[in-house]
Nanobody
Framework: QVQLVESGGGLVQAGDSLRLSCAAS????????MGWFRQAPGKERESVAA????????YYLDSAKGRFTISRDNAKNTVYLQMNSLKPEDTAVYYC????????????????????WGNGTLVTVSS
């Protein structure tokens, strides 16, 4: 089992920045691709950003490209999502999730492929 705990959410104004953190415990962090997802009220969960366990491969939602950056510190078992130039449409609960990558297959497969999920942290962007 991998336990994931997100932090860093809050209420900000449009144009501000936030950095979300996701701390992993339990099994080793090594070998897990990590992703950030979000779900706004009345909408489906969508993938925001992801990175392979080495950090060499990344994925970004089109609307996040150029504004959000995913990074990870495997020594600290933590993955981050730096969000800049936030917009009201970024308002959502943000979740991090882990996918065991070394078992073969693609490193990334979207929400359905993730093995473990955190409980989420709320990001609210006011206009």
């Amino acid at each position: 089992q991998v336990q994931l705990v997100e932090s860093g959410g809050g209420l900000v104004q449009a144009g501000d920045s936030l950095r979300l953190s996701c701390a992993a415990s339990g099994r080793t962090f090594r070998g897990y691709a990590m992703g950030w997802f979000r779900q706004a009220p009345g909408k489906e969960r969508e993938s925001v950003a992801a990175c392979s366990w080495s950090g060499g491969n990344t994925y970004y939602l089109d609307s996040a490209k150029g504004r959000f950056t995913i990074s990870r510190d495997n020594a600290k078992n933590t993955v981050y999502l730096q969000m800049n130039s936030l917009k009201p449409e970024d308002t959502a609960v943000y979740y991090c999730a882990a996918k065991f990558q070394l078992g073969g297959g693609s490193w990334w497969g979207g929400p359905a492929a993730m093995n473990y999920w955190g409980n989420g942290t709320l990001v609210t962007v006011s206009s």
